[in-house]
């Protein structure tokens, strides 16, 4: 059986791939063949996953989605957890979850077993997620309250913002400096970085 493993992290001080070893050995002892590895950095919030859905566009009916917790897999809204749902049984995948269990029988059991262990699983995964959602949830209203409880406390009090990229900075005042012709377009690809990015670096140069 074909196994497609999907690993999320949710920001770049994250590692996605943390789990990549675990699962390929989860996928050896199972028996499953990977046949494709997708990791990427985003928010579990979002519905909008490159990599998810690509993976989710190549996987064909009775290949396995394995993930290492369902909270890898969604943190949605109720609204995208069941357009996501609907697309995975659309494919006729089977969601296996490496630290749930009873999602492990999936790989294995047919006929009356395994219809039976699909109802029971679909329940538990939809139980996970929603504390999942729910976690979340507290997550923001925590944050959100400490910056309201701070501004209370020190009303002049603003937030810091992201710092800069130093690095980054640099090497786009390097490109703009050697290559005065090329659109800030095209200095956002070589640097990788967003094009507001170079215009930011720009705005600065001009005034310095």
Known sequence: MNAHLYLRASTKDQDANRAKVALELFAAEKGLGIVGIYAENISG???NRPELLALLDIAESGDVLLVESVDRL???SQADWDAL???IKAKGLRLVVADLPTSHMLVEAKGITGQIMDVINSMLIDLMATMARLDQDKRV???????????????DWKPSGKSRNGMLWAKIEGLLLKHPDLKP?????????GVATVYRVKKTMKTA
Do not use: M, V, W
């Open 74 to 76: 969604s943190r949605l």
């Open 85 to 87: 749902k609907a697309t």
């Open 185 to 193: 377009d095209d200095i956002a690809k070589i640097a990788e970085c």
């Open 45 to 47: 919030t979002k519905l």
């Open 141 to 155: 209203e925590r944050i959100k309250q400490g910056l309201e409880n701070k501004r209370a406390a020190h009303p």
